[in-house]
């Protein structure tokens, strides 16, 4: 069976479905294709923290509302190393503020509104196919979670798949190119049943690796430890994650994490990529399907959000009015905030894992040591945590 819209979007996560209200606000009509369910996408649990400029965009969009009552509003972080917290006040430094709300809230929020007004977010697809992306009618062929074969025919593809989705496969390998990065490390992460251990997250550099403490609420913690590039969750029993956390985050040789019930426990790889440019033809890429990011600098989610509000824009102007710059400069503008963030996520993994090298571990120490004595090193650090501003 066939169908038609203006934007084709593929994928289901923060950017597709943000991208498919943005439109809809403009009155460009979209179809969200997502291959898991429902449930699925809104129980995953994954990044934590919004920058400054996403929760103004998600309030601006009338996304907001359960945001303010139930995310925390957080005015600075804490790097934990030599032994003690130095506290970046994002506050004091820029008159910023993060807000901690879970990524699957940010999407249940998004799947309601889109409902809600009537959007059409296709849940369980199968076979997603992008064809004809360099004419001037491009074409997703899918399969339904009936089983049935559609064809759904569109006059722009927006690819929000992810970074394991079919989109960027679309695009002939000599026109894409690509930068990656791997690194000899990843993230053990942890969703528990305990009070997080201070009320802003602290990232801490301990000889034995990296830990992170952050949190969803005043009674669940969200909590990261640094393993071994190739370690599995079956190697981190829950008593072997405590220990850890607890020699880690040790100050003055005390302990300092809230044991409790482990609720989720999931290994993420590290690895910097961008695949450029974003768009071929027809097909716009956005968020994780074009670039990742190692999550030490809580980008991802951020990085793929900025992107579709660039994106909303430029495809209003291209389908509503013909006007075709934005969408021609949207690759351009969009990689410019993407390779600062990169560079950001690399500098703050660089600064916080240890490889074992022992030059690495004294730069990485003094450049820590610098940040915490320099108002000026601070406030650039703050400056692209919070984050920069979105056009
Ligand atoms: P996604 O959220 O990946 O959404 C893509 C969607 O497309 C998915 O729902 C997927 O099911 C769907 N899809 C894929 N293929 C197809 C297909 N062929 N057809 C139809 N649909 C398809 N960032 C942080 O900042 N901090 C973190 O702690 C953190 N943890 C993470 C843990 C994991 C396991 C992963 C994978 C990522 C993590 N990230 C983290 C990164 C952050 O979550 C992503 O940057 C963010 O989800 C990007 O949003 P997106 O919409 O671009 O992609
Ligand atoms: C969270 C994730 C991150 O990658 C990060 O840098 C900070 C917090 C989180 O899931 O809360």
């Known amino acids: 069976m066939n169908a038609r819209t203006d934007v084709a979007i593929v994928g289901a996560g923060p950017a597709g479905l943000l ?37 103004e965009l998600l ?17 600075g972080i804490s790097l934990r190393f030599d032994g003690a917290d130095h506290r970046i006040g994002f506050d004091e430094l820029l008159g910023k503020t993060i807000t901690v709300y879970g990524q699957q809230e940010v ?28 004419d001037d ?10 089983g049935e074969g559609r064809r759904l025919d569109c006059a722009v593809v927006a690819g929000c798949d992810g970074f394991h989705g079919v989109t960027r496969g679309a ?3 000599a026109r894409l190119r690509v930068f ?62 405590w220990e850890e956390l607890t020699a880690r985050l040790a100050v003055d040789g005390r302990g300092t994490v809230n044991v409790g019930d482990v609720l989720d426990k999931g290994v993420t790889a590290m690895r910097s990529f961008v695949a450029v440019p974003l768009r071929h033809g027809r097909l716009f890429l956005a968020g994780d399907a074009a670039h990742i990011v190692p999550p030490t600098g809580a980008k991802g989610m951020n990085l793929a959000i900025a992107d579709v509000s660039l994106l909303a824009r430029a495809l209003t102007a291209l389908l509503r009015t013909g006007r075709a710059d934005l969408a021609d400069s949207y690759s351009d503008t969009a990689l410019r905030r993407v390779w600062r963030a990169e560079h950001f996520s690399w500098f703050m993994t660089s600064m ?4 074992g090298d022992e030059f690495d571990e004294q730069l990485a120490l003094s450049q820590l040591r610098y940040i915490a004595g320099s108002t000026a090193a601070a406030t650039s650090l703050a400056e692209n945590y919070v984050g920069l501003p979105f056009a």
């Not at 916080?352 to 490889?355: A, R």
Request: aromatic share 6%; glycine share 6%.
């Open 59 to 75: 309030r601006e969009v009338g996304l907001g509302e359960r945001m303010d009552r139930e995310g925390l509003v957080h005015a």
């Open 107 to 134: 999407v249940k929020d998004l799947v309601a509104a889109r409902l809600r007004d009537g959007g059409q977010v296709e849940f369980e697809v199968a076979d997603t196919a992008v064809h004809d992306i360099g």
């Open 171 to 173: 695009v002939p390998s």
């Open 19 to 55: 991208l498919s209200h943005l439109l809809h606000l403009n009155g460009v009509e979209s179809v969200v294709l997502e291959s898991r369910s429902r449930e699925y996408v809104e129980s995953r649990v994954r990044a934590g923290v919004l920058e400054h400029p996403t929760a």
């Open 137 to 146: 009618a491009p074409w997703v062929s899918y399969v339904d979670a009936q």
């Open 352 to 355: 916080l894992h240890s490889t």
């Open 180 to 241: 990656d990065r791997r690194y000899p490390f990843a993230w053990l992460g942890i969703l528990a049943k305990a009070r997080p251990l201070h009320e802003e997250l602290v990232y801490a550099r301990h000889a034995r690796g990296f830990a992170l403490c952050s949190m969803r609420s005043p009674q669940i913690t969200r909590l990261y430890l640094q393993v071994g590039a190739d370690e599995t969750v079956e190697q981190w029993p829950d008593d072997r994650v």
